[in-house]
Protein backbone atom coordinates (compact mmCIF):
# COMPACT_ATOMS: atom_id res chain seq x y z
CA UNK A 1 0.00 0.00 0.00
CA UNK A 2 1.26 3.33 -0.99
CA UNK A 3 -1.46 5.39 0.77
CA UNK A 4 0.50 6.87 3.74
CA UNK A 5 0.85 10.04 1.58
CA UNK A 6 -2.56 11.66 1.85
CA UNK A 7 -1.58 14.94 0.56
CA UNK A 8 -4.70 16.53 0.95
CA UNK A 9 -6.61 17.14 4.23
CA UNK A 10 -9.88 15.54 2.88
CA UNK A 11 -9.18 14.65 -0.54
CA UNK A 12 -10.91 10.96 0.37
CA UNK A 13 -14.02 12.87 1.60
CA UNK A 14 -14.35 14.81 -1.10
CA UNK A 15 -17.50 13.36 -2.99
CA UNK A 16 -16.28 14.42 -6.70
CA UNK A 17 -12.86 12.45 -5.64
CA UNK A 18 -14.97 9.29 -4.96
CA UNK A 19 -16.47 9.55 -7.89
CA UNK A 20 -13.89 10.34 -10.24
CA UNK A 21 -11.94 7.09 -8.32
CA UNK A 22 -15.16 4.97 -9.18
CA UNK A 23 -15.59 5.51 -12.09
CA UNK A 24 -11.95 4.19 -12.70
CA UNK A 25 -12.26 1.11 -10.69
CA UNK A 26 -15.32 0.34 -12.13
CA UNK A 27 -13.18 0.46 -15.78
CA UNK A 28 -11.25 -2.86 -14.08
CA UNK A 29 -14.56 -5.05 -15.14
CA UNK A 30 -13.49 -4.54 -18.64
CA UNK A 31 -10.39 -6.49 -20.12
CA UNK A 32 -7.68 -4.09 -21.45
CA UNK A 33 -9.91 -0.89 -22.00
CA UNK A 34 -9.62 1.64 -24.54
CA UNK A 35 -9.38 5.32 -23.13
CA UNK A 36 -9.58 8.19 -25.31
CA UNK A 37 -7.68 11.16 -23.64
CA UNK A 38 -7.90 15.02 -24.42
CA UNK A 39 -5.64 16.74 -22.89
CA UNK A 40 -4.49 20.71 -22.83
CA UNK A 41 -1.12 21.33 -25.57
CA UNK A 42 0.51 23.61 -22.83
CA UNK A 43 2.39 22.37 -20.31
CA UNK A 44 0.45 21.24 -17.28
CA UNK A 45 -2.17 19.62 -19.77
CA UNK A 46 0.82 17.40 -21.62
CA UNK A 47 1.63 16.76 -17.54
CA UNK A 48 -1.41 15.39 -16.86
CA UNK A 49 -1.39 13.45 -19.91
CA UNK A 50 1.78 12.15 -19.39
CA UNK A 51 0.31 10.87 -15.82
CA UNK A 52 -2.98 9.81 -16.65
CA UNK A 53 -1.31 7.43 -19.62
CA UNK A 54 0.90 5.97 -17.24
CA UNK A 55 -1.98 5.22 -14.64
CA UNK A 56 -4.25 3.52 -16.96
CA UNK A 57 -1.99 1.85 -18.41
CA UNK A 58 -0.71 0.46 -14.83
CA UNK A 59 -3.74 0.26 -13.30
CA UNK A 60 -6.17 -1.19 -16.08
CA UNK A 61 -4.06 -1.99 -18.84
CA UNK A 62 -5.68 -0.10 -20.81
CA UNK A 63 -4.98 1.09 -24.21
CA UNK A 64 -4.77 5.01 -23.72
CA UNK A 65 -5.15 7.42 -27.08
CA UNK A 66 -3.80 10.69 -26.10
CA UNK A 67 -5.14 13.96 -28.30
CA UNK A 68 -3.22 17.22 -27.50
CA UNK A 69 -4.76 19.76 -29.96
CA UNK A 70 -3.92 23.62 -29.87
CA UNK A 71 -7.45 25.07 -28.59
CA UNK A 72 -8.51 24.86 -25.10
CA UNK A 73 -12.09 24.01 -25.62
CA UNK A 74 -13.02 20.64 -26.76
CA UNK A 75 -15.45 20.13 -29.87
CA UNK A 76 -17.56 17.68 -30.48
CA UNK A 77 -16.17 17.72 -34.00
CA UNK A 78 -12.63 16.89 -32.27
CA UNK A 79 -14.29 13.95 -29.83
CA UNK A 80 -15.98 12.62 -33.35
CA UNK A 81 -12.82 12.63 -35.42
CA UNK A 82 -10.65 10.53 -32.92
CA UNK A 83 -13.73 8.47 -32.56
CA UNK A 84 -12.56 7.50 -36.07
CA UNK A 85 -10.08 5.47 -34.17
CA UNK A 86 -12.86 3.01 -32.76
CA UNK A 87 -14.51 3.04 -29.80
CA UNK A 88 -13.90 3.56 -26.28
CA UNK A 89 -15.22 2.75 -22.97
CA UNK A 90 -14.47 6.24 -21.51
CA UNK A 91 -13.27 9.69 -22.10
CA UNK A 92 -11.09 11.30 -19.77
CA UNK A 93 -10.58 15.29 -20.67
CA UNK A 94 -8.22 16.93 -18.54
CA UNK A 95 -6.90 20.57 -18.19
CA UNK A 96 -9.30 21.80 -20.59
CA UNK A 97 -11.59 23.74 -19.13
CA UNK A 98 -14.68 23.05 -17.28
CA UNK A 99 -17.59 23.51 -19.55
CA UNK A 100 -22.00 22.42 -19.59
CA UNK A 101 -21.49 21.62 -23.02
CA UNK A 102 -19.19 17.93 -21.84
CA UNK A 103 -22.34 16.41 -20.73
CA UNK A 104 -23.14 16.08 -24.99
CA UNK A 105 -20.22 13.60 -25.43
CA UNK A 106 -21.92 10.94 -23.42
CA UNK A 107 -23.74 10.69 -26.57
CA UNK A 108 -20.76 8.99 -28.37
CA UNK A 109 -18.90 7.23 -25.02
CA UNK A 110 -20.45 6.08 -22.04
CA UNK A 111 -18.28 7.14 -19.20
CA UNK A 112 -16.74 11.04 -19.35
CA UNK A 113 -14.47 12.30 -16.64
CA UNK A 114 -13.29 15.96 -16.26
CA UNK A 115 -10.57 16.64 -14.16
CA UNK A 116 -9.70 20.49 -14.19
CA UNK A 117 -8.73 23.31 -12.09
CA UNK A 118 -10.23 26.55 -14.19
CA UNK A 119 -12.96 28.51 -13.06
CA UNK A 120 -15.97 27.44 -14.71
CA UNK A 121 -18.22 28.96 -17.44
CA UNK A 122 -21.55 25.92 -16.18
CA UNK A 123 -20.83 22.76 -14.78
CA UNK A 124 -21.56 19.96 -16.65
CA UNK A 125 -24.03 17.52 -14.66
CA UNK A 126 -23.75 14.15 -16.43
CA UNK A 127 -20.49 14.06 -16.32
CA UNK A 128 -17.79 12.83 -13.85
CA UNK A 129 -16.16 16.22 -12.73
CA UNK A 130 -13.34 16.38 -10.46
CA UNK A 131 -12.08 20.49 -10.38
CA UNK A 132 -11.89 21.94 -6.94
CA UNK A 133 -12.36 25.35 -8.50
CA UNK A 134 -15.21 24.86 -10.09
CA UNK A 135 -17.37 26.90 -7.55
CA UNK A 136 -14.59 29.12 -5.75
CA UNK A 137 -10.81 29.72 -6.84
CA UNK A 138 -8.54 27.19 -5.49
CA UNK A 139 -5.20 27.68 -7.37
CA UNK A 140 -3.18 24.63 -8.53
CA UNK A 141 -2.62 22.53 -11.19
CA UNK A 142 -4.32 19.69 -13.50
CA UNK A 143 -1.64 17.32 -13.38
CA UNK A 144 -1.44 17.78 -9.34
CA UNK A 145 -4.85 16.62 -9.45
CA UNK A 146 -4.39 13.76 -11.44
CA UNK A 147 -1.46 12.77 -9.64
CA UNK A 148 -3.54 12.48 -6.54
CA UNK A 149 -6.17 10.42 -8.40
CA UNK A 150 -3.82 7.89 -9.19
CA UNK A 151 -1.84 7.73 -5.60
CA UNK A 152 -5.34 6.83 -4.35
CA UNK A 153 -5.28 3.63 -7.00
CA UNK A 154 -2.36 2.89 -7.17
CA UNK A 155 1.79 3.13 -7.04
CA UNK A 156 2.88 6.36 -8.43
CA UNK A 157 6.34 6.93 -8.55
CA UNK A 158 9.04 9.35 -9.27
CA UNK A 159 8.39 10.15 -12.71
CA UNK A 160 4.68 10.90 -12.03
CA UNK A 161 5.78 12.92 -9.46
CA UNK A 162 8.04 14.58 -11.78
CA UNK A 163 5.20 15.36 -14.19
CA UNK A 164 2.90 16.75 -11.53
CA UNK A 165 5.63 19.49 -10.58
CA UNK A 166 6.28 19.94 -14.20
CA UNK A 167 3.14 21.04 -14.46
CA UNK A 168 2.95 23.43 -11.22
CA UNK A 169 5.47 24.91 -12.75
CA UNK A 170 4.09 25.61 -15.90
CA UNK A 171 0.99 26.78 -14.18
CA UNK A 172 2.76 29.02 -11.91
CA UNK A 173 1.66 27.62 -8.39
CA UNK A 174 5.04 27.54 -6.72
CA UNK A 175 7.92 30.04 -6.88
CA UNK A 176 11.14 27.95 -5.93
CA UNK A 177 13.56 30.72 -5.60
CA UNK A 178 11.31 32.49 -3.42
CA UNK A 179 9.88 29.51 -1.56
CA UNK A 180 6.45 29.97 -1.90
CA UNK A 181 3.51 28.30 -2.72
CA UNK A 182 -0.27 28.27 -3.28
CA UNK A 183 -1.57 26.50 -0.38
CA UNK A 184 -3.67 23.32 -2.20
CA UNK A 185 -0.09 22.40 -3.46
CA UNK A 186 2.10 22.91 -0.12
CA UNK A 187 2.14 19.62 0.77
CA UNK A 188 3.16 18.63 -2.22
CA UNK A 189 6.00 21.14 -2.99
CA UNK A 190 7.31 20.79 0.09
CA UNK A 191 7.88 16.85 -0.44
CA UNK A 192 8.86 17.57 -4.16
CA UNK A 193 11.42 19.83 -2.80
CA UNK A 194 12.82 17.30 -0.67
CA UNK A 195 12.93 14.25 -3.38
CA UNK A 196 14.53 16.57 -6.18
CA UNK A 197 16.65 18.98 -4.49
CA UNK A 198 18.79 19.40 -6.90
CA UNK A 199 16.07 20.80 -8.87
CA UNK A 200 15.22 23.81 -6.00
CA UNK A 201 18.68 25.29 -5.45
CA UNK A 202 18.73 28.71 -6.39
CA UNK A 203 21.51 29.31 -8.47
CA UNK A 204 22.44 32.99 -10.31
CA UNK A 205 21.68 32.26 -14.15
CA UNK A 206 19.70 33.93 -16.70
CA UNK A 207 16.25 34.39 -15.32
CA UNK A 208 13.45 32.16 -17.16
CA UNK A 209 10.05 32.92 -18.02
CA UNK A 210 9.07 31.24 -14.54
CA UNK A 211 11.47 33.61 -12.35
CA UNK A 212 8.81 36.88 -12.00
CA UNK A 213 9.65 38.37 -8.87
CA UNK A 214 14.00 37.43 -8.18
CA UNK A 215 14.99 38.24 -11.76
CA UNK A 216 19.18 37.36 -10.44
CA UNK A 217 18.39 34.26 -9.70
CA UNK A 218 16.25 31.01 -10.93
CA UNK A 219 16.86 27.07 -10.50
CA UNK A 220 16.65 24.16 -12.64
CA UNK A 221 13.09 23.39 -11.78
CA UNK A 222 12.24 26.94 -13.67
CA UNK A 223 14.79 25.88 -16.32
CA UNK A 224 13.58 22.61 -17.09
CA UNK A 225 10.10 24.23 -17.59
CA UNK A 226 10.94 26.57 -19.86
CA UNK A 227 12.51 24.26 -22.08
CA UNK A 228 9.77 22.61 -22.28
CA UNK A 229 7.56 25.76 -22.70
CA UNK A 230 9.43 26.26 -25.73
CA UNK A 231 9.53 22.53 -26.82
CA UNK A 232 5.92 22.71 -27.40
CA UNK A 233 5.95 25.96 -29.58
CA UNK A 234 8.54 23.77 -31.62
CA UNK A 235 6.16 23.17 -34.30
CA UNK A 236 5.50 26.86 -34.89
CA UNK A 237 10.03 27.40 -35.69
CA UNK A 238 10.88 26.13 -39.53
CA UNK A 239 12.92 23.76 -38.13
CA UNK A 240 10.78 21.17 -36.23
CA UNK A 241 7.55 21.30 -38.55
CA UNK A 242 7.16 17.75 -38.86
CA UNK A 243 7.04 17.29 -34.90
CA UNK A 244 4.13 18.25 -33.56
CA UNK A 245 5.69 20.43 -29.89
CA UNK A 246 3.12 19.08 -27.53
CA UNK A 247 3.24 15.32 -28.53
CA UNK A 248 7.14 16.04 -28.62
CA UNK A 249 7.09 17.07 -25.10
CA UNK A 250 5.07 14.06 -23.91
CA UNK A 251 7.17 11.40 -25.28
CA UNK A 252 10.25 13.05 -23.68
CA UNK A 253 8.77 12.78 -20.57
CA UNK A 254 7.54 9.61 -20.62
CA UNK A 255 10.77 8.55 -22.09
CA UNK A 256 12.66 9.39 -18.68
CA UNK A 257 10.22 7.29 -17.33
CA UNK A 258 10.85 4.09 -19.31
CA UNK A 259 14.70 4.74 -19.37
CA UNK A 260 14.76 5.79 -15.48
CA UNK A 261 16.93 8.56 -16.15
CA UNK A 262 17.92 9.72 -12.58
CA UNK A 263 16.05 12.60 -12.21
CA UNK A 264 17.71 13.80 -8.90
CA UNK A 265 21.10 13.57 -10.43
CA UNK A 266 20.55 16.21 -13.10
CA UNK A 267 22.24 19.34 -12.56
CA UNK A 268 21.79 21.19 -16.02
CA UNK A 269 19.45 21.44 -18.83
CA UNK A 270 22.28 19.52 -20.85
CA UNK A 271 22.07 16.82 -18.45
CA UNK A 272 18.64 16.31 -19.67
CA UNK A 273 19.39 16.86 -22.91
CA UNK A 274 21.81 14.36 -23.28
CA UNK A 275 19.58 11.43 -21.76
CA UNK A 276 17.21 12.49 -24.91
CA UNK A 277 18.76 11.16 -28.13
CA UNK A 278 18.81 12.63 -31.41
CA UNK A 279 16.89 13.97 -32.70
CA UNK A 280 14.22 14.57 -30.43
CA UNK A 281 17.20 16.83 -28.26
CA UNK A 282 18.59 18.70 -31.01
CA UNK A 283 14.62 19.65 -32.09
CA UNK A 284 14.30 21.14 -28.02
CA UNK A 285 17.95 23.27 -27.89
CA UNK A 286 16.71 25.08 -31.34
CA UNK A 287 13.19 25.57 -29.95
CA UNK A 288 14.86 26.87 -26.94
CA UNK A 289 17.16 29.00 -28.38
CA UNK A 290 14.62 30.20 -31.40
CA UNK A 291 12.84 30.90 -28.47
CA UNK A 292 15.08 32.75 -25.94
CA UNK A 293 15.65 35.30 -28.76
CA UNK A 294 11.86 35.80 -29.47
CA UNK A 295 11.68 36.78 -25.51
CA UNK A 296 14.28 38.94 -25.89
CA UNK A 297 12.59 41.15 -29.22
CA UNK A 298 9.47 40.78 -27.54
CA UNK A 299 11.11 42.29 -23.81
CA UNK A 300 11.69 45.39 -25.89
CA UNK A 301 8.11 45.58 -27.39
CA UNK A 302 6.52 44.85 -23.99
CA UNK A 303 8.63 47.85 -22.29
CA UNK A 304 6.64 51.01 -22.80
CA UNK A 305 3.06 49.42 -21.50
CA UNK A 306 0.63 52.23 -20.71
CA UNK A 307 -0.66 53.09 -17.48
CA UNK A 308 -4.96 53.37 -17.89
CA UNK A 309 -6.00 53.97 -14.85
CA UNK A 310 -5.38 52.91 -11.37
CA UNK A 311 -8.72 51.36 -9.49
CA UNK A 312 -8.54 50.45 -5.68
CA UNK A 313 -4.65 50.13 -5.61
CA UNK A 314 -4.50 48.21 -8.32
CA UNK A 315 -2.66 49.82 -11.45
CA UNK A 316 -4.30 48.46 -14.83
CA UNK A 317 -1.83 48.96 -17.63
CA UNK A 318 -1.66 48.23 -21.62
CA UNK A 319 0.43 46.63 -24.01
CA UNK A 320 -0.27 47.13 -27.53
CA UNK A 321 1.92 44.43 -30.03
CA UNK A 322 2.56 41.42 -31.82
CA UNK A 323 3.79 37.72 -30.98
CA UNK A 324 7.02 36.71 -32.26
CA UNK A 325 7.01 36.59 -36.17
CA UNK A 326 6.45 32.35 -35.59
CA UNK A 327 3.78 32.81 -33.42
CA UNK A 328 1.62 35.05 -34.94
CA UNK A 329 -1.03 32.33 -35.87
CA UNK A 330 -0.64 30.56 -32.42
CA UNK A 331 -4.48 30.35 -31.11
CA UNK A 332 -3.15 30.53 -27.42
CA UNK A 333 -0.69 32.48 -25.58
CA UNK A 334 2.78 31.63 -26.81
CA UNK A 335 5.17 33.81 -25.49
CA UNK A 336 4.25 37.73 -25.14
CA UNK A 337 1.94 36.95 -22.51
CA UNK A 338 4.50 35.40 -20.28
CA UNK A 339 6.80 38.58 -21.25
CA UNK A 340 3.97 40.48 -20.08
CA UNK A 341 4.04 38.59 -16.79
CA UNK A 342 7.45 39.35 -16.12
CA UNK A 343 6.73 42.91 -16.00
CA UNK A 344 4.17 43.01 -13.13
CA UNK A 345 6.07 42.92 -10.02
CA UNK A 346 9.10 45.66 -11.25
CA UNK A 347 5.64 48.41 -12.10
CA UNK A 348 3.86 47.62 -8.70
CA UNK A 349 7.24 48.36 -7.19
CA UNK A 350 8.03 51.11 -9.38
CA UNK A 351 4.91 52.64 -9.46
CA UNK A 352 3.73 52.05 -5.66
CA UNK A 353 1.20 50.05 -7.14
CA UNK A 354 -0.67 47.35 -4.39
CA UNK A 355 -1.51 45.65 -7.31
CA UNK A 356 -0.89 45.28 -10.93
CA UNK A 357 -3.09 44.33 -14.11
CA UNK A 358 -1.74 44.32 -17.20
CA UNK A 359 -3.82 43.88 -20.36
CA UNK A 360 -1.88 42.47 -23.47
CA UNK A 361 -4.11 43.32 -26.85
CA UNK A 362 -2.64 41.33 -29.48
CA UNK A 363 -3.61 41.32 -33.20
CA UNK A 364 -3.10 37.98 -34.63
CA UNK A 365 -3.81 35.85 -38.13
CA UNK A 366 -6.68 34.92 -36.82
CA UNK A 367 -8.44 37.76 -34.93
CA UNK A 368 -7.52 39.35 -31.58
CA UNK A 369 -5.75 37.53 -28.28
CA UNK A 370 -6.52 39.87 -25.41
CA UNK A 371 -4.44 37.90 -22.15
CA UNK A 372 -4.66 39.43 -18.91
CA UNK A 373 -2.28 38.60 -15.94
CA UNK A 374 -2.08 40.09 -12.50
CA UNK A 375 -0.46 40.26 -9.21
CA UNK A 376 -3.89 40.12 -7.23
CA UNK A 377 -6.42 42.58 -5.82
CA UNK A 378 -10.01 43.46 -6.83
CA UNK A 379 -9.98 42.72 -10.44
CA UNK A 380 -10.21 38.83 -11.41
CA UNK A 381 -9.00 38.65 -14.86
CA UNK A 382 -11.64 35.18 -15.26
CA UNK A 383 -14.31 38.04 -14.66
CA UNK A 384 -13.03 40.55 -17.00
CA UNK A 385 -12.30 38.54 -19.76
CA UNK A 386 -15.24 36.48 -19.74
CA UNK A 387 -17.50 39.19 -19.45
CA UNK A 388 -15.28 40.89 -22.62
CA UNK A 389 -16.35 37.79 -24.40
CA UNK A 390 -19.80 37.75 -23.36
CA UNK A 391 -20.58 41.33 -24.25
CA UNK A 392 -18.71 41.36 -27.67
CA UNK A 393 -20.67 37.75 -28.49
CA UNK A 394 -24.00 39.86 -27.85
CA UNK A 395 -22.79 42.90 -29.95
CA UNK A 396 -21.87 41.05 -32.92
CA UNK A 397 -24.79 37.88 -32.55
CA UNK A 398 -21.46 35.91 -32.90
CA UNK A 399 -20.66 32.54 -30.96
CA UNK A 400 -18.15 31.09 -32.58
CA UNK A 401 -14.55 31.90 -32.28
CA UNK A 402 -15.06 34.16 -29.25
CA UNK A 403 -14.44 32.89 -26.20
CA UNK A 404 -12.87 34.02 -22.84
CA UNK A 405 -12.13 33.07 -18.99
CA UNK A 406 -9.22 31.07 -16.83
CA UNK A 407 -8.27 32.09 -13.59
CA UNK A 408 -8.03 35.26 -11.33
CA UNK A 409 -4.85 35.93 -11.67
CA UNK A 410 -4.41 34.65 -15.52
CA UNK A 411 -7.53 34.62 -18.14
CA UNK A 412 -7.56 35.05 -22.14
CA UNK A 413 -9.88 36.48 -24.35
CA UNK A 414 -9.89 35.22 -28.20
CA UNK A 415 -12.18 37.16 -30.54
CA UNK A 416 -12.14 35.81 -34.15
CA UNK A 417 -14.63 35.80 -37.06
CA UNK A 418 -16.08 38.89 -38.23
CA UNK A 419 -15.37 41.22 -35.58
CA UNK A 420 -12.67 43.78 -36.41
CA UNK A 421 -10.32 44.57 -34.45
CA UNK A 422 -10.93 47.96 -33.75
CA UNK A 423 -14.49 46.89 -32.72
CA UNK A 424 -12.36 44.58 -29.84
CA UNK A 425 -10.32 47.70 -28.73
CA UNK A 426 -13.52 49.60 -28.20
CA UNK A 427 -15.19 47.20 -26.04
CA UNK A 428 -12.03 46.49 -24.23
CA UNK A 429 -11.71 50.19 -23.08
CA UNK A 430 -15.48 50.97 -22.48
CA UNK A 431 -15.39 48.01 -19.89
CA UNK A 432 -12.24 49.34 -18.15
CA UNK A 433 -13.56 52.83 -18.19
CA UNK A 434 -16.88 51.21 -16.53
CA UNK A 435 -15.07 49.71 -14.20
CA UNK A 436 -13.19 53.07 -12.97
CA UNK A 437 -16.30 55.18 -13.22
CA UNK A 438 -17.77 52.58 -10.73
CA UNK A 439 -14.79 52.82 -8.42
CA UNK A 440 -14.76 56.31 -8.35
CA UNK A 441 -18.45 56.65 -8.16
CA UNK A 442 -18.30 54.97 -4.80
CA UNK A 443 -21.09 52.50 -5.47
CA UNK A 444 -19.23 49.73 -5.06
CA UNK A 445 -16.37 47.84 -7.48
CA UNK A 446 -16.81 44.24 -5.61
CA UNK A 447 -21.17 45.13 -6.32
CA UNK A 448 -20.22 45.43 -10.24
CA UNK A 449 -17.45 42.93 -10.24
CA UNK A 450 -20.73 40.87 -8.53
CA UNK A 451 -22.65 41.73 -11.10
CA UNK A 452 -20.70 40.56 -14.17
CA UNK A 453 -20.38 37.14 -12.13
CA UNK A 454 -24.09 37.35 -11.94
CA UNK A 455 -24.43 37.75 -15.70
CA UNK A 456 -21.97 35.02 -16.56
CA UNK A 457 -23.81 32.67 -14.56
CA UNK A 458 -20.48 32.21 -12.75
CA UNK A 459 -21.29 30.71 -8.92
CA UNK A 460 -19.13 31.88 -6.37
CA UNK A 461 -20.18 32.14 -2.87
MN1 LIG B 1 -3.50 23.92 -16.27
Redesign the pocket.
Given at each position: MNHPRRVQLGFRMDEDVRRAIELLEDLKEIESPRILNFS?H?L??ICSAAIIKRLLQRYLNATVVTKLPPRFMLTTSEVEDALADGPFDALVIS?KGTFDHYDDFLEYVERVLVID?HLSDGVPKRCVVYNPSAHRSVPT??SLLCLMLAEELDLTDEYDDFAALMGCRG?FVFDPVLDNCEEFAKPFIERSARKFKNMFEPKVERPTMFDLVDRERTTLINQIGELLHAGCLAHFYQSAERFYGPELVLNCILKLADEKIKLNELNSLGDLLSHLHLPVSQVLSNAYNAFKSDWDLLARRAENSILLNEVQGVGIYLIFAREAPAMQAAPFPAILPYVAMTKLHPLRTSKNHQNVLMIVFCPKTQGVHISMRSTGGVLDCHILCSELARRIKTLYRQNEGISGGGHEKAAECFISGSVPMYAAMHELMSLVREIVQFAKGGSGLEEKVKAFNDDSRIPRP
Amino acid sequence: MNHPRRVQLGFRMDEDVRRAIELLEDLKEIESPRILNFSHHDLDGICSAAIIKRLLQRYLNATVVTKLPPRFMLTTSEVEDALADGPFDALVISDKGTFDHYDDFLEYVERVLVIDHHLSDGVPKRCVVYNPSAHRSVPTAASLLCLMLAEELDLTDEYDDFAALMGCRGDFVFDPVLDNCEEFAKPFIERSARKFKNMFEPKVERPTMFDLVDRERTTLINQIGELLHAGCLAHFYQSAERFYGPELVLNCILKLADEKIKLNELNSLGDLLSHLHLPVSQVLSNAYNAFKSDWDLLARRAENSILLNEVQGVGIYLIFAREAPAMQAAPFPAILPYVAMTKLHPLRTSKNHQNVLMIVFCPKTQGVHISMRSTGGVLDCHILCSELARRIKTLYRQNEGISGGGHEKAAECFISGSVPMYAAMHELMSLVREIVQFAKGGSGLEEKVKAFNDDSRIPRP
